[in-house]
């Protein structure tokens, strides 16, 4: 149940990438198979990565299209790679057949202009004959994305679509033993890294080298894929915590937030906040406000439990009004917070008054998300803490292990 090491060794079982593969297919099937699905279609990283574990380039994030993959019913994963990358792929990911790897036929959200129709048909007609070789041509194909090119040519091509996001979310959100490890190994960079933190904060920093410092820590580590964001939000910029950081001078005696959003290990992600008072001590109202955060943090961790629910979690917090005296919860979203941690920064569960008091959902063995709580007076000093955790059958285990207890004084 610890981290053993971060590469694998001979000598050593530590993380079993191929039974990590098995479980991630399997989940996925049957998540397909309990929504009725024939197929489903991942243009997302996360999910591409869950069927195929292929690695999506930064440059094609958050451009669904430019790769994508095919998972239908009783056959093994297919990949549409983008350009000539495929040549990679074959050599490095020997679990796909290579026949199976295929080139994807783009139109970068419609960025082709008046060659989107056209690239749109070759996608849609690539597809379709995946499906028919199948024979699921009639069952509803699930997607997890789709724009105004794709309704158009699935209608003429007769291509039943469904939603397939709301599948793979399920599939995502438990995890086997092997990423329960990957997980423990991001809580332990993030452990160190708040630490190095702790270490160089001083007066007279800006909040942007702080973030620069802990981008160049981190992508000096093995495996480091993506460090999508590094939160530092210092004095008055820490409440409301506008979750950025900027070229603000650091004041002494000053109180700063740092939070490790989404540092990506071999795909796997953190959210770890941790507070901060900068060449000084925090006064008493700094700690009182800090003490009350760290209350609601964990009487919602002790709501944490098999079969409990994401409303018995979101009760343990106090409501928007009561707190901030705002008029509704929407206006403190991500203030009380939860959140699934996996290959994306948002598997299930999300949790938030919001929502959960009224659609709960059940907590399951296996499901590793982040708990996170703020407070703070408006331009003055906000301060917000968070713990990433796993649940097991018989406990909740944390992964996030650098001190919480008080404010972490530093330079």
Request: hydrophobic fraction near 40%; charged fraction near 25%.
């Amino acid at each position: 149940m610890a981290s053993f090491g971060s590469v694998g060794m001979d000598w050593q079982e530590r993380i079993n990438w191929q039974r990590m593969r098995e479980h991630r297919l399997a989940r996925a099937r049957a998540a397909m198979a309990r929504h009725g699905l024939g197929a489903m279609l991942c243009m997302y990283d996360e999910n591409v990565r869950y069927i195929t574990s292929t690695l999506t380039p930064g440059w094609n994030r958050l451009k669904p299209g430019l790769r994508y993959a095919i998972l239908v019913e009783g056959r093994e994963p297919v990949l549409y790679e983008q350009g000539d990358i495929g040549i990679h792929v074959k050599r490095h990911s020997p679990w796909l057949k290579p026949e199976n790897v295929r080139t994807s036929f783009s139109w970068i959200k419609g960025a082709a202009g008046p060659a989107s129709t056209a690239q749109v048909e070759k996608f849609t007609k690539a597809i379709l004959e995946d499906l028919e070789e199948a024979g699921v041509k009639d069952q509803p194909l699930g997607v997890d994305f789709v724009d105004i090119n794709m309704i158009g040519a699935f209608e003429r091509a007769g291509i039943t679509w469904s939603d397939g996001a709301s599948a793979m979310q399920e599939a995502r959100s438990v995890k086997n033993v092997d990423e329960q490890e990957a997980m423990r190994i991001v809580g332990a960079i993030g452990d160190v890294l708040h630490y190095e933190f702790s270490q160089m904060l001083k007066p007279g920093l800006t909040e942007n080298q702080v973030t620069a410092f802990g981008m160049q820590y981190l992508y000096n580590i093995p495996g480091m894929e993506d460090v999508e964001d590094i939160i530092v939000s210092s004095g008055p910029n820490a409440w409301p915590n506008w979750r950025n950081f900027s070229d603000r001078i650091i004041r002494p005696g000053e109180i700063v937030i740092i939070d490790l959003a989404a540092l990506t290990w071999n795909g796997f992600k953190s959210c770890y906040y941790r507070t901060y008072c900068v060449g000084g001590k925090p006064n008493d109202e700094q700690r009182s406000y800090y003490d009350l955060a760290l209350k609601w943090l964990y009487d919602s961790i002790e709501a944490v439990r098999p079969g409990a629910t994401t409303a018995d979690i979101a009760s343990r917090w106090p409501s928007a009004k009561e707190v901030w005296g705002y008029d509704n919860e929407d206006q403190a979203a991500a203030n009380l917070w939860g959140h699934g941690l996996g290959l994306a920064q948002y598997d299930q569960p999300v949790i938030s008054r919001i929502w959960s008091l009224d659609y709960p959902q059940v907590i399951q063995p296996g499901m590793v998300f982040a708990l996170e709580t703020q407070h703070g007076k408006v331009h003055d000093f906000g301060v917000r803490i968070e713990e990433m955790l796993i649940v097991h059958e018989d406990r909740t285990e944390l992964i996030s292990t650098f001190p919480v207890k008080e404010i972490t004084l530093a330079g």
